[in-house]
């Protein structure tokens, strides 16, 4: 009893400090997706000559698609145009003489995440058109995953753990003597189930990511060039967890497994698991090869717990009836899984941060909202979890013939509860894969008498007011000018970045310049008259960096 107390207290000796360090010691946090940091010519600029080449600067690499990249002059006139990508820079050449007066460039990439950014630069011939009219059709089409994505998502990564999880157990849990051969068969026949229904929501994915990406509607399968645009990884890593698949479970025996059957059952579940690490929110993050090993950690934790459960559901009554091989199997299985709850807090959370950017984004926008949802859900797990481990194992193991079965017919309820609350851990997760944190929006500010439009936001403790003077079309100024709680004008650890957009149009950060302590300010040309939303964000610690987004009404 002493060393079993002994072993938890040292393996919380070493998880706690690994939470620490992984937590604490990584570098900068992440981004959601690819960001402009610059353009030549700059935003808002007037020329004495057109430019023969417009370079747009990103923070990472970025991904070119077909018809992405548009030109057009201050009447709506498409400009001749062709565009190279060249890992984070994008050169558009213009290709035709133009005019003087305003050029918008619309543009729509993909970045290293997998998530298409779109936008639009404006500068200007001689002088500025007082009035600029550009279509907000192609590039600049809307970048939110659509639901068929999300639920090939879901089906993809529930068949993935189940089947995974389910083989793993079989292998290496169930009991090798012949008595467990019929449960051995079940659990075979319902890992290649969820193999099947995975594959299929991987496969499924691909070409709904492709009109994702590419912003395209259904008749652009049909277009060669759709699929030659995807990134390698869109097509790799498919196929690789459907490879790992087919091993897993093709070569899962049904009768007790030898050396030969378990080496490659466990390599198909490993590979099958790894892949998705590759792609997605992971690609983007940093340290990259950190937070690679974190997402497989936790995909390798979570399909333990997920495909264990049913896996131990399926056949604990059969083992449960015959002696004590019910109370065995449990108990290896919670062994494990106690290890593997503590794996999926720890990369959970640290994952969680990485890819959210702050701790305030998990509470201030949609993706963090959908975050604590999956851990809510996953807090209810626990409590079932532990509810099996403390109170129904025991009983399990001291019960005699006749209770026994009463005894196993409610740990197995209880464990399909447990399972089922992670379906719906998968469901949100499937939701998560292909959403990017979205800030919360403010209530539009309507412009003064003077033309004037302002809104207040909070920056953690700064407290940032934004001016759009005038509210109008054509040339204006962005103002943000940032307070502390006594009204003293305050800095964050890094200058603030503000960009502009509409549900069509995004015109990309502004080039702001520091007026004095805590001011700021910078010149744009707002092409159309509606509704757009200015994006702030500043970084006010090493860690933090928190994202609002103000609306405001332009006449």
């Given at each position: 009893?002493?060393?079993?107390v ?8 070493v ?38 080449r ?26 001749a ?44 011939v ?32 529930a068949?993935?753990?189940v ?37 299929v ?17 259904v ?67 940093s ?15 979570a ?22 091989a019910?109370?065995r ?7 494990a ?10 990369t ?18 949609g ?15 626990v ?95 962005v ?21 502009l ?7 990309g ?40 987004t ?6």
């Amino acid at each position: 009893m002493r060393h079993d107390v002994l072993r938890r207290a040292l393996g919380w000796l070493v998880l706690l400090p690994l939470a620490l360090v992984l937590l604490l010691a990584a570098a900068a946090p992440a981004s959601a997706h690819a960001t402009l940091i610059g353009t030549d010519p700059a935003e808002g600029a007037v020329l004495d000559a057109a430019p023969d080449r417009v370079t747009f600067t990103f923070n990472e690499s970025v991904i070119g698609v077909p018809a992405g990249i548009r030109v057009f002059d201050a009447t709506g006139e498409e400009v001749a145009s062709s565009a190279t990508v060249r890992e984070a820079e994008l050169l558009v050449d213009l290709e035709e003489e133009v005019g003087e007066g305003t050029l918008v460039v619309v543009w729509r990439l993909v970045s290293a995440d997998g998530h298409p950014i779109g936008g639009s630069l404006t500068f200007s011939v001689g002088a500025r058109s007082d009035v600029v009219d550009v279509p907000t059709t192609g590039a600049d089409a809307g970048t939110e995953a659509p639901l068929p994505l999300s639920l090939a998502r879901w089906l993809g990564y529930a068949g993935l753990l189940v089947a995974t999880g389910v083989a793993g157990f079989a292998v290496l849990l169930l009991p090798r003597g012949p008595e467990a051969d019929g449960s051995r068969r079940r659990l075979r026949t319902v890992a290649r189930i969820a193999a099947a229904a995975g594959a299929v929501g991987w496969l499924a994915a691909v070409p709904l990511v492709a009109l994702y990406q590419l912003g395209l509607p259904v008749s652009g399968w049909a277009e060669g060039s759709t699929w030659s645009a995807l990134a390698p990884a869109e097509y790799v890593v498919p196929a690789a967890v459907v490879a790992g698949l087919v091993l897993a479970v093709g070569l899962l025996p049904a009768t007790a497994p030898s050396g030969r059957h378990v080496a490659p059952v466990l390599a198909g579940c490993a590979v099958a698991l790894a892949a998705p690490a590759f792609t997605g929110h992971t690609r983007a993050a940093s340290p990259e090869l950190l937070v690679v090993a974190v997402d497989v950690l936790h995909l390798l934790a979570a399909a333990v717990w997920c495909g264990g459960l049913v896996a131990l559901g399926l056949v604990l009554g059969d083992l449960a009836a015959r002696d004590d091989a019910g109370a065995r199997t449990v108990s290896r299985f919670s062994a494990a899984a106690s290890g593997v709850l503590a794996v999926l807090v720890v990369t959970g959370a640290f994952g969680a941060w990485r890819i959210a950017g702050s701790w305030d984004a998990l509470l201030d926008t949609g993706y963090g909202v959908l975050l604590l949802v999956k851990v809510l859900a996953v807090l209810v797990a626990v409590v079932l979890a532990a509810w099996n481990r403390f109170a129904l194992l025991p009983r399990l193991r001291a019960a005699r013939r006749p209770d026994r079965d009463v005894t196993a017919g409610v740990l197995v309820r209880t464990t399909l509860a447990e399972a089922g609350v992670l379906v719906v851990v998968l469901l949100v997760t499937g939701f998560l894969v292909d959403r990017s944190p979205e800030p919360d929006v403010a209530v539009a500010a309507s412009a003064t008498d003077s033309g004037r439009a302002e809104e207040t936001v909070r920056l953690d403790g700064i407290s940032a007011v934004v001016t759009l003077d005038p509210a109008t079309v054509g040339p204006t100024t962005v103002t943000i000018e940032m307070t502390d709680d006594a009204g003293r004008p305050a800095e964050g650890h890094e200058a603030p970045r503000i960009s502009l957009s509409t549900a069509d149009v995004e015109l990309g950060a502004v080039a702001l310049t520091n007026l004095g302590p805590g001011t700021y300010a910078g010149d744009v040309v707002i092409p159309t008259a509606g509704e757009w939303q200015a994006q702030v964000s500043l970084r006010t610690t090493e860690f933090d960096n928190p994202v609002r987004t103000v609306r405001f009404e332009v006449r």
